[in-house]
């Protein structure tokens, strides 16, 4: 099971694991928050929070999770390709741990639902859009990220299109100049629940 982010400053070269630039973590026991703060990178602070709370049935969670990326304080204004922000999400999901029969599709441009073994996952992008998205079998989207080259996701399968089924990984992405004043702020949620076997639900 994984979730991760990946980061490219440029039109040029590869993108970089965010847990390349990672800092330190703000977190409370007993709390549901926790930030993560990534603030390495030459020239952005970046942090992730997540908040967990359950659902109403009680047969899964929610996380809710709040990216943000900001410009340092000492960049020169100038360094107009530093900006240029390319943030990727990428999440490979084995449902109910076994890789090989799940399924997968974008029922519209902001939003995904991966299912298998009883359960279902559904993540909501809250704002701002992706510019882009993708999904595929394992482990062409994690090659795309690692070969040194500049990644777009391809935007298939197609919104509202047919399940892919598989060992299935799928991903997000967002591209924005960011500047001082226009930070990129990524709200989004996410969703498990186990689906009750009949017999429970009678």
């Known amino acids: 099971v994984k979730q991760s982010f990946w980061l490219r400053t440029g039109p040029t070269g590869g993108e970089t694991p965010l847990g390349t630039y990672y800092s330190h973590a703000d977190y409370t026991p007993g709390s549901r928050l926790i930030d993560l703060h990534f603030n390495n990178h030459p020239t952005l602070n970046i942090m992730v929070s997540y908040l967990l709370t359950g659902v109403p049935s009680g047969l899964g969670s929610d ?12 960049v020169p204004p100038n360094l107009q390709t530093a900006n240029d922000v390319h943030f990727f999400q990428y999440s ?4 109910g741990g076994t890789p090989d029969n799940d399924f997968v599709h974008f029922p519209n441009s902001s939003a995904v639902q991966q299912t298998g073994d009883g359960a279902v996952l559904s993540e909501t992008v809250v704002t701002p859009m992706p510019q882009h998205r993708a999904a595929g079998e394992w482990p062409s989207l994690r090659d795309a990220f690692n070969d040194g080259s500049p990644t777009t996701l391809n935007d298939l399968p197609a919104v509202g299109g047919a399940w892919l089924g598989g060992d299935v990984e799928w991903a997000f992405q967002w591209d924005q100049v960011v500047t001082r004043d226009v930070p990129l702020l990524i709200s989004k949620d996410k969703q498990l629940e186990q689906v009750p076997e009949p017999t429970t639900l009678l």
Not at 92 to 95: E, G
């Open 63 to 74: 996380v809710a999770e709040v990216i943000s990326i900001t410009l340092k304080e000492d």
């Open 92 to 95: 490979d999901f084995s449902m």
